[in-house]
């Protein structure tokens, strides 16, 4: 069963940093696309960066300059790396995975982590 983890939420001052880690595993044959996603109470949820073929890269608007994705081949797994966070930052932070398997393509997502800027 291929599934995602992620882990390195918490609760963070205004200004402080966060990396977030995510590590897929099961029956993986290849991955196109990497992300993050976020959610926050009362608003959609809304993509925060993404990686394509562990090369191209691109972020919301409102993360650019101040978070950085980043992905380990060898070991399925993408990072967030959050800097300068602000209050506005808090969210659930989800992976989400394009990912070949035996059965197929298909598009799978981690359970969550939260994230809380305040101080």
């Known amino acids: 069963q291929v599934q995602l983890v992620e882990s390195g939420g918490g609760l963070v001052q205004p200004g402080g940093s966060l990396r977030l880690s995510c590590a897929a595993s099961?029956?993986?044959?290849?991955?196109?696309?990497m992300a993050w996603y976020r959610q926050a109470p009362g608003k959609q949820r809304e993509l925060v960066a993404v990686m394509i073929s562990g090369v191209n890269t691109n972020y919301a608007d409102s993360v650019s300059g101040r978070f950085t994705i980043s992905r380990d081949n060898a070991k399925n797994a993408v990072f967030l790396q959050m800097n300068s966070l602000k209050p506005e930052d808090t969210a659930v932070y989800y992976c989400?995975?394009?990912?070949?398997?035996?059965?197929?393509?298909?598009?799978?997502w981690g359970q969550g982590t939260q994230v809380t800027v305040s101080s």
């Open positions: 989400n995975a394009r990912m070949m398997t035996v059965t197929g393509w298909g598009d799978y």
């Open positions: 099961g029956s993986i044959v290849s991955i196109n696309r």
